[in-house]
């Protein structure tokens, strides 16, 4: 069967939850994190925990009042993202690659890509510096790299973009084009989409198609919460019937919010004060809240303490989402997301999950990244900015009456992308049986 070496880095949540839907067609079904797999030279390994340490750490220090902001922008101006407008070569590599490419020269990943290159199979990396790495130390076979955010840094690009034979799956045509304008030339760059989980979305894979019937069951139900008075369903019936049949009087579970907070941590106290607000509803059944701690144990503890005090876990109002192992988690996450009905989070990788017709409700973003991430949220009508989470049984209930929200599920589910992981196994292996 076609395999290749799925690669990605447990640095925050982003880069794994977007090589998880691919991990049926990596070798033995595994991800090969590069800053932490068996026999990683130590010299390696404290590269990385360095990174990932201070990124952690000013993404926690940003919530800090007054200096928290400006500490973070002073590290931010690293991985700032260029204005698009006007177009223009933007090809010169930035201080963040010339970095990385002087730790390359050091024999920074030759021991991940000697050892991967005993088994001659592509590459797909969810990160740049695997990538950079393969290519720096001559991998035999293909190198491809899939991008998780709707817009991206001159850092995912390699030093010499034009003579590079890095092949990139872009998420949308905004990451199509940015990476033209870096120098990869336009061979190199498909637009796939992002890879949504596949059982989010049908029971069965096709080849060539797949039906989306789990996906058009999900929404159906989403939108009788979503859209308590019909004031949407009344605008847009024939097209809502035409997508996806009858929508039923009510749905198969109650009005369910996820709270996803990043893998650092930060914004956590944000769903504490919603679930403040939200106190009085949560007892009357008329929401629930469902915190996601992910594999962090002090967050689950923190959750677990907030909603004991308020004294909302008894009907099973609030759940706080858990699991030790990441596989687990992300396993518990999908499944969790079939009877949500918004996904309240920072606008990272998640905002692609917009396809799966769920609005995003935008908690503040943090970096340049997710500013233009939050930025194309709310131009395609996928999702809405939060309000003050203290009057969030205010504002969040009127949103509600008016239809809002069923708009932004039903525009994420007709416009988004979905099939990214469909359209990243036919280019990956096709290319391969061209070579062969």
């Known amino acids: 069967m076609d395999k290749l070496w799925l690669v990605s880095v447990n640095m925050g949540y982003g880069h794994q939850r977007s090589a998880y839907p691919l991990k049926t067609l990596a070798y033995k079904n595994d991800v090969i994190n590069a800053n932490d797999y068996l026999g990683i030279p130590e010299s390696d390994k404290k590269i990385w925990r360095q990174s990932q340490a201070f990124y952690e750490a000013i993404s926690r220090f940003k919530m800090a009042p007054l200096v928290g902001d400006f500490a973070f922008s002073m590290y931010d101006k690293l991985q700032r993202i260029a204005n698009l407008y006007p177009k223009h070569d933007m090809s010169r590599p930035n201080i963040a690659v010339r970095e990385m490419y002087m730790l390359l020269k050091r024999g920074w990943g030759k021991d991940l890509i000697n050892k991967l290159s005993r088994k001659k199979m592509p590459i797909l990396t969810t990160f740049y510096a695997p990538a950079f790495m393969a290519e720096f130390y001559d991998y035999p076979e293909e190198i491809y790299t899939v991008i998780c955010d709707t817009d991206i840094s001159r850092a995912w690009v390699p030093l010499n973009p034009i003579t590079s034979r890095i092949k990139y799956f872009a998420p949308n045509e905004r990451v199509y084009e940015r990476l033209k304008l870096y120098g990869v030339r336009k ?79 930060a914004q956590k106290e944000l ?143 007709v416009e988004g992308e979905k099939l990214g992981v469909l359209n990243i196994k036919r280019v990956v292996f096709a290319d391969k049986e061209n070579q062969d």
């Open 187 to 265: 061979k190199n760059i498909y637009l796939s989409g992002f890879p949504l989980p596949p059982d989010n979305l049908t029971a069965e894979e096709g080849v060539k198609a797949w039906k989306l019937d789990i996906l058009a069951h999900d929404l159906r139900h989403r939108l009788a919460n979503l859209d308590p008075n019909r004031k949407y369903f009344e605008r847009y019936k024939v097209l809502v019937e035409k997508k996806l049949g009858s929508i039923p009087e009510t749905g198969n579970h109650p009005l369910t919010i996820l709270f996803s907070v990043g893998g650092a941590g």
């Open 271 to 413: 769903g504490v004060r919603a679930m403040a607000s939200l106190a009085q509803k949560i007892r009357n059944g008329e929401v629930k809240i469902i915190l996601s701690a992910g594999v962090k144990g002090n967050l689950k503890d923190y959750f677990d303490e907030k909603v004991k005090s308020m004294d909302l876990g008894s009907n099973g109002g609030v759940e706080v989402l858990y699991e030790k192992d990441l596989d687990a988690y992300f396993d518990k996450f999908n499944a969790t997301l079939r009877k949500t009905d918004i996904l309240w989070t920072k606008p990272s990788e998640l905002s692609f999950y917009a396809g799966l017709g769920l609005p995003i409700l935008i908690a503040p973003p943090i970096g340049s990244h997710e500013d233009f991430n939050q930025r194309w949220l709310v131009k395609s009508g996928f999702g809405l900015n939060q309000e003050n989470p203290d009057y969030m049984d205010q504002w969040l209930f009127d949103w509600l009456n008016e239809g809002y929200l069923a708009e932004a599920a039903m525009e994420g589910f």
